[in-house]
């Protein structure tokens, strides 16, 4: 992928012909190039080449790659010293809040990913052609990324020299060691499936540093196991595992696009069982593909936008209802389940059976069902299971031992792919898996573990301090918060409001931020969190800060039932009594009409304890913890309740604020 379609020094830029510099563009160009580019990009060189000889001594980059969001900023001046990140806006009038917050992102997303970026001035310009002069006010946020500046296309250049000679001077960039920096993005979830439904490769928009697990030699497995499978008609199943945050789904998603070719006959599919997610997701590439096309000859309205994206992406209980009802073997030859430690037992699936479908006697678990369902393919198929180490939440939901299970049942003649930490006791929770399984059908491949965070692009030791945390190993947790409080800070406050404050402080562009909590969190009602006030994930997610049913406007409140696979950057985690500490020990309590009830059994304990582990790893950037004071008049608030919570944080090396 050429990082910029064209670059140049400016000297050599003001020479070359608007015809040459287009044709760069254009040949450069991946994607159907519409009259609207084209149109945009000859105003931009005319009006460039009219104000840069200005600036002699300078580089000049156009259509600059921005991976993580698999999108392309429109210029990149490099000049004394400084990155100047310019976002034209060609005929506009005004300067459109959407326009300001696209180019303070694309500063941020160099800022932290661009390594030759990383200790430099970025100075994000929003270039509206016809919009009137604008006060120019010079700010810069602490990490030196410039506030976004107002310019039009009579004084940018000179707003860019006002900036260079008033601000202290800055060491000379070596335009082509900057081009060629590199690159280390970490999307989201939602902007990964977005860039890779536009064609991007998994390669493009991950990380590539040697430090980082490379999420594509997982994807290159994968395509091995896939082609072997196909050319010696063999069934096979993989476990891709990974700690939380690692890019499992990203890994998922890159496989399902890049099968998804029903001419070759390996259609690939996506499922999930977590419901919010796949309509996130679902929703995200619908209105992503509306936005795109939105004035061109490719217009698309957004229920048939959400009718292909739902071929690609799908709920996996409407995969097993389809399944259920029509005996053929399905379309699919590749299927990725995602979260597949969270499909359901036999007690779990036979109940709901009963229950739902009025299938009675139902005597298969969703693992061994959904493998029932790809052996119907005379030849060859594959399924893909992403496991999550210590994510089981909910009743009923099995973990990996279930699935090897069932192939120790029922599907001896399948080939099986693990990585050598899939034995690890949060995987199997130490079941001895290997045994229900004999040596020749059983294959190691390393590379089909993912053990590096990239959610927490800041601190790949965050799941970690969560893991030392919730295992009360107060040491090794203070340990590693002192390894990342730099890079990836974390608050504890009693007080809401300043939780507010401080995520509100931190959170610029298009950054995300929410509160969130256990479904068990009965007792915040009293400070405005409710948690049996179901959100809308797609409106919650994906809404502007402006909308008070949105994640930003910090009102509604997501449980880890809506966050489980997904991320925003700035989070706070809000702490409940239904999971104490008490002289060394995790306290498991419900609440249960008027008062809390201790929980006994074995299983809800690890529900609840890794309800707390999805939520302590949700934020990409930072997250404040806020625990209540209490309420000494209210049994169900106690202060005894909160405040070792507060002080085991605090042991931890957590600062209050």
Request: charged share 25%; hydrophobic share 40%.
């Amino acid at each position: 992928m050429n990082r910029a379609y064209y670059s140049a020094p400016v000297d050599k830029f003001l020479v070359d012909t608007p015809d040459m510099i287009l044709g760069e563009l254009s040949r450069n160009h991946q994607f159907a190039l519409e009259d609207l580019q084209r149109n945009s990009w000859i105003s931009q060189i005319e009006i460039l080449q009219s104000g840069l000889s200005g600036l002699p001594v300078s580089f000049i980059a156009l259509e600059y790659a921005i991976p993580r969001m698999g999108k392309r900023v429109d210029v990149v001046i490099i000049y004394a010293g400084r990155v100047f990140v310019l976002e034209f806006k060609v005929g506009e009038t005004s300067y459109s809040n959407f326009a300001i917050e696209q180019v303070l992102d694309y500063s941020i997303d160099l800022k932290n990913f661009h390594e030759q970026s990383h200790s430099r001035d970025i100075v994000p310009i929003v270039v509206a052609t016809e919009a009137p002069n604008h006060i120019l006010s010079i700010e810069k946020y602490p990490d030196q990324i410039f506030y976004p500046i107002k310019a039009n296309k009579e004084n940018f250049i000179s707003i860019i020299e006002d900036i260079s000679t008033n601000s202290i001077q800055r060491a000379h960039i070596d335009p082509i060691q900057w081009i060629d920096s590199i690159y280390k993005p970490t999307p989201t979830i939602i902007e990964a499936a977005q860039a890779l439904y536009k064609g991007h490769n998994v390669k493009e928009i991950s990380r590539s540093d040697s430090g980082a697990i490379n999420l594509g030699a997982t994807s290159d497995a994968i395509s091995e196991i896939i082609e072997f499978s196909k050319t010696n008609k063999r069934k096979s199943i993989c476990f891709i595992t990974g700690v939380p945050g690692s890019g499992k789904t990203l890994a998922g998603l890159n496989i399902a696009n890049e099968r998804h070719n029903i001419d070759k006959g390996e259609h690939a599919v996506f499922l999930s069982g977590n419901g919010p997610l796949v309509k996130v997701l679902q929703e995200a590439l619908a209105r992503n593909e509306v936005d795109e096309k939105k004035g061109t000859d490719q217009q698309i309205k957004k229920s048939e936008a959400l009718t292909k994206t739902k071929a690609f992406i799908q709920n996996i209980h409407h995969f097993r209802d389809d399944a259920l009802q029509n005996e053929s073997p399905p379309i699919e030859r590749v299927v990725v389940f995602d979260e597949a430690q969270r499909a359901w037992t036999l007690k779990q699936t036979r109940n709901f059976m009963a229950r739902k479908k009025g299938i009675h006697g139902f005597n298969l678990s969703e693992p061994e069902f959904l493998i029932s369902v790809l052996d119907r393919h005379q030849d060859w198929s594959l399924i893909i299971c992403l496991i999550g180490g210590g994510q089981e939440i909910n009743t009923g939901e099995a973990g990996l031992p279930e699935w090897f299970s069932a192939i120790n049942k029922a599907y001896r003649n399948w080939d099986v792919y693990v990585s050598n930490r899939l034995t690890d006791i949060e995987y199997t929770n130490g079941e001895d898996i290997y045994s229900l399984i004999p040596p020749a059908q059983l294959s190691i491949n390393n590379d089909l573990h993912l053990a590096v965070s990239v959610r927490s692009f800041r601190s790949e030791r965050l799941s970690g301090f969560v893991k030392a945390f919730l295992d009360l190993d107060v040491n090794l947790a203070r340990a590693l918060y002192s390894q990342i409080k730099d890079v990836y800070p974390i608050g504890v406050t009693r007080d809401l409001n300043e939780a507010k404050k401080w995520l509100r402080s931190k959170a610029r562009g298009g950054e995300g931020l929410g509160i969130i909590a256990s479904s068990g969190a009965y007792r915040l009602k009293p400070y405005g969190i409710h948690i049996k006030a179901e959100i809308e994930p797609t409106t919650w997610f994906l809404n502007k800060k402006s909308d008070v049913r949105s994640s930003g406007f910090l009102e509604e409140v997501a449980t880890e039932f809506d966050i489980q696979g997904l991320e925003l950057d700035w989070i706070c985690v809000a702490w409940d009594a239904n999971l104490r500490k008490n002289e060394g020990e995790w306290n498991y309590k419900k609440f249960r009409g008027t008062d809390w009830q201790n929980i006994n059994d074995e299983v809800r304990k690890r529900y609840l304890l890794n309800t707390y582990r999805v939520l302590l790893t949700r934020a990409r950037q930072g997250m404040v913890i806020f625990i209540p004071e209490g309420d000494a008049s209210d049994r169900t608030r106690n202060p005894d309740f909160y405040d070792p919570i507060y002080h085991y944080f605090i042991q931890c090396g957590v600062p209050s604020i």
